[in-house]
């Protein structure tokens, strides 16, 4: 990042603007990059140095960076029809109604209902609170217990960071809640043992789960949350049959499985939910991020008939279901939503991912002969791969040595903006993006390598 000038947008930044997920000294040292523009998969800073976005900007931005004229269109209209109000209180408007009709059409069958908010962690730390709620309504009050995995990501709420297992993000904040637990981390590639199949360590996955309910009591256990492909954790694909012994774990034990689809969620795995493409049978689905491709803050959470049953005794009660946000249903980003998914569906957003995704997934993997890469898995139009020291013995280099942020280091230079978790780089792009994009997008790729290659190797 170049030299900070005085009273540049940068200084100001630093001067007034507090950022998340960021080292905040080094920010207060180096500033901002401050982006100004975007156009398809491609952001432009100030200086007007292009970057291919390989993140979709935080997985979110399906149809890249500058809003068709017909969500923009939506959004001014709504602003001038209704700018606001709210769902509180049998209140309604029409976008909103539209929206959650909208959801269910394209949702598994089992889904019946939506609540909305603004965020994933919104509608994930609802999913935690509806968890209890309905506990409470079939009389099982004690079932408080959340289980989440290991690097799983759910939001940075209370309850939803809580429920990820990323102890960076509970350090000093005095989380998690004491009701959360965390199980293994499904991440074949680092983890099995010499000679395990994919099977046999899921297996062994869905056993550490079942030790887990039986040793705190499967009277006292809720739920269970998993993102169908595990995004901040490193883009980690389900090992084969994961899914299915977890589930029949989950059902023995009488544990409500929470789909975090906010990630997955609207063609990101290649159909419209992680649910369908690893055939998931949750009790509750969240939903974000590329809901509205990101134009507006909104977020659903999408619920099965027994939890809406029990949600409706409880709410006769007490008075009232005593849970919202001002914002819940907005009706900008309703009509933004709605727009967005009925774009999805002109354009057959689903069937290009079926035909770039693979041709995305192949040119990743071409990257595994890079002597820094030891594994590349993905599906859909996401993909993650692995730096190693050794390949063999699939030995990482030690952290402190910090590769992954020297290749995010090179990318940046190269133009291209990667999303890195630890030392796995994680590839996955708007979901609009072309054969011609992903090409350019593995040659920027290609380079950061080879430059990251020579640093490390020097040392
Ligand atoms: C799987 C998953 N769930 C929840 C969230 C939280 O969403 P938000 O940042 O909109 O609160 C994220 C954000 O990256 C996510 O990846």
Partial sequence: MSAVLPNSPAARDIAYHIHPQTNLALHREEGPLVITHGKGCRIFDESGQDYIEAAAGLWCASLGFDAPERLARAAYDQMRTLAYYHTYRQRAHPKAIDLAEKLISIAPAHMSKVIFQCSGSEANDTAVKLVW?????????EKKKIIGRRNGYHGNTVAAVSVSGKPDMHADFGLPLPMMRHTEFPHYYRHHRDGETEEQFSTRMAEALERLIVEEGPETVGAFFAEPVMGAGGAIVPP???????????????????????????????????????DLKPDMMSSAKALSAAFQPISALLVGEHIYEAMVSESEKHGAFAHGYTHSGHPVAAAVALETIRLYEEMDLIGHV?????????????LAEHP?????????????????????????????????????RHAKRHGLILRVVGDRLVFSPPLIIDEAEVDEMIRRTRLALDDAWREVSRK
Avoid at 354 to 366: C, D, F, K, Q, S
Avoid at 372 to 386: H, K, N, S, T, W
């Fill in 133 to 141: 709620y309905y506990h409470h309504a079939i009389g099982k009050p």
């Fill in 240 to 278: 084969r049959t994961y899914f299915e012994k977890v589930q029949a774990v989950l059902r023995r034990h009488e544990v409500l499985f929470v789909a975090d689809e906010v990630i997955c969620g609207f063609g990101r795995t290649g159909n419209w939910w992680g649910s369908q493409t690893f």
């Fill in 354 to 366: 079926g035909r770039v995704g693979p041709y995305l997934n192949a040119r990743v993997t071409e």
């Fill in 372 to 408: 820094l890469i030891g594994d590349v898995r993905g599906v859909g139009m996401v993909c993650g791969m692995e730096i190693v020291e050794d390949k063999a013995a699939r030995r990482p280099y030690p952290a402190e040595r910090k590769v992954g942020g020297i290749v995010d």
